[in-house]
């Protein structure tokens, strides 16, 4: 990867499409499975190139974990693209939920219910006041010690948390919104984008009373008319103002607006809205239709997804289906963006036949600007053509290294297609995905970069400043192109996080919340670079 500076003047770094890696792309064309290891430093720095002595930094640290753990810390991540609510909030805050809220437990399952508790059941507040009994809700919510069996893989002890913990979660949106924001403010990053349902009672309802099983574009188009005429436009109103109370409550929790409030409120938090897609055709399609009229209404929703375990037999089934829904509503709705969980799918997992479409798909029926996880890529029909596609039209890859090791056992540059999406120059954002969950966040995905993926500093500040590049956030970008690091002719002059703006620059930043993050981040890059380079 070419590698520019941040000095004291303007942001000039140009990413050149495959530059410096032609033999790691030879490499890939020959081995089955590419290892990464850090790219060759020069022996020397240019004088007052920053970026290059961090790289030498980073290098002379990277097996020491104290240090290391230090350096990725300060560093400046972005934004977590690829993040669900439910899955992110700590495992302890969920058990807090359930003890305030008179939650329940049930002792085999260890699975949370509404009270009043019955036989087989002890009160949530239990968890709180006994180590042992907090000890196992911990362990059956999340990953914590937890080591895969003949009875149990990561996959299914992984998936089965959520409808272990979901009534603690009732109620509580507007809290765990508070803790992502914090959370991400704790480690460095400027946005997050966190996955949300809403209404999905009056949905289901609604769907039950005039749904049928569509199959073709006309019947999307009857389907779509018949629903909006028979209740969705009132129960898309009803998810704005669910909204509403949930954005107030984080914002209050975090004293925003006043003198006492917290980090996270200099976060920009935006939703995407998340669709289940193991559910009948209709219920999907209704659920799709909401996030569509979301996006459209609401600036708080910036796009859409679809979630549940991809290998589920509903969700393969009708993997091409739910991608036509998607195309078709996408032409009445163009303005909104759409980022799709695509081959989150391994050999053994599912019929060699499922591992061969399903990110194309998502991509050429679809459209989709984002994928999430991608691991299947290898198996994928044509997967050269396809990375050349993802990287021409800056299509890219939310890579959450933690969750796809517990998952699906991908941990390492072996098994895992990260060095091949890097080797081809398609984005990557590292993200977190479930962090509650997996136990882990975001700083601790950029340390899987680094120490199993050999990753260097210029990659890393690559990913962080792709989160931002690929968010949904509305507003132009700070760069000529995506894939050029030099700032727009507004800004030019200027420079991030070194006092007054010329107006040019004022307009640009003031009008362009993308842009106003990015700014934010190069100001950081910049203080972090500083720090760092005169540490070599």
Request: net charge negative; hydrophobic share 35%.
């Amino acid at each position: 990867m070419h590698r520019g500076s941040v000095g004291t003047g303007s942001v000039h770094h140009r990413r050149r499409r495959g530059a410096g890696r032609a033999a790691l792309v030879a490499l890939l064309a020959a081995a089955s499975f590419p290892v990464v290891t850090a790219p060759a430093q020069a022996a020397e720095c240019a004088p007052g190139d920053r970026e290059c002595r961090v790289n030498r930094y980073l290098d002379g640290i990277r097996s020491n974990p104290g240090e290391l753990n230090e350096f990725l810390s300060h560093l400046p991540k972005g934004g977590d693209l690829h993040n669900h609510l439910s899955g992110a909030a700590s495992t302890e805050s969920l058990i807090r939920y359930a003890a305030e809220d008179g939650r329940c437990i049930d002792t085999t399952t260890l699975k949370a219910s509404h009270g009043p508790c019955e036989a087989g059941q002890r009160p949530a507040s239990d968890a709180v006041t006994d180590p042992v009994f907090r000890g196992e809700v911990i362990r059956a919510w999340s990953m914590e010690d937890f080591r895969p069996t003949p009875e149990e893989s990561g996959h299914d002890h992984f998936f089965a948390t959520f409808g272990k913990f979901s009534a603690a979660t009732d109620g509580r949106n507007g809290d765990m919104l508070a803790e992502v924001a914090n959370d991400a403010a704790r480690q460095r990053q400027f946005y997050v984008e966190t996955l949300l349902s809403r209404q999905s009672e009056a949905v289901g309802e609604l769907v039950d009373r005039v749904g049928f099983a569509p199959e073709s574009r006309k019947d999307f188009a009857r389907l779509r008319r018949v629903l909006l005429s028979e209740g969705l436009t009132g129960i898309e109103q009803a998810s704005r103002r669910a909204t509403d109370r949930d954005f107030r409550r984080y914002r209050r929790l975090l004293h925003c607006g006043t003198a006492q409030a917290e980090a996270g409120c200099a976060v920009d938090v935006r939703l995407d809205y998340q669709v289940a897609r193991a559910r009948k055709p209709a219920r999907v399609f209704a659920d799709i239709l909401l996030g569509f009229e979301l996006a459209r209404s609401d600036p708080r929703f910036v796009g859409l997804n679809l979630v549940q375990p991809e290998d589920d037999p509903v969700a393969l089934r009708d993997y091409t289906l739910h991608m036509r829904m998607i195309k078709y509503l996408r032409g009445l709705y163009p303005e909104v963006p759409v980022t799709l969980h695509a081959g989150e799918l391994v050999p053994g997992l599912v019929k060699p036949k499922e591992l061969t479409f399903h990110i194309n798909q998502a991509v050429s029926i679809a459209g989709a600007e984002r994928i999430g996880h991608g691991i299947d890529l290898r198996h994928e029909d044509d997967w050269r053509g396809l990375v050349e596609r993802m990287a021409r039209e800056n299509i890219a890859v939310e890579v959450p290294l933690t969750s796809n090791c517990q998952i699906l056992r991908v941990c390492g540059p072996e098994e895992h297609p990260l060095p091949t999406y890097l080797a081809h120059d398609v984005p990557v954002a590292l993200s977190t995905d479930d962090p509650g969950v997996s136990r882990s966040d975001i700083t601790e995905q950029y340390r899987r970069a680094v120490r199993n993926f050999g990753l260097d500093y210029t990659q890393l500040k690559a990913s962080a400043r792709t989160s931002l590049e690929q968010a949904f956030i509305e507003g132009a970008s700070l760069w000529t192109n995506p894939d050029d690091h030099e700032v727009k002719p507004a800004c030019a002059t200027d420079t991030p996080g070194g006092g007054d703006l010329t107006a040019s620059c004022t307009e640009l930043l003031n009008s362009s919340p993308k842009a106003g993050l990015q700014w934010r981040q190069e100001a950081a890059f910049r203080a972090f670079e500083a720090r760092y380079a005169s540490k070599v």
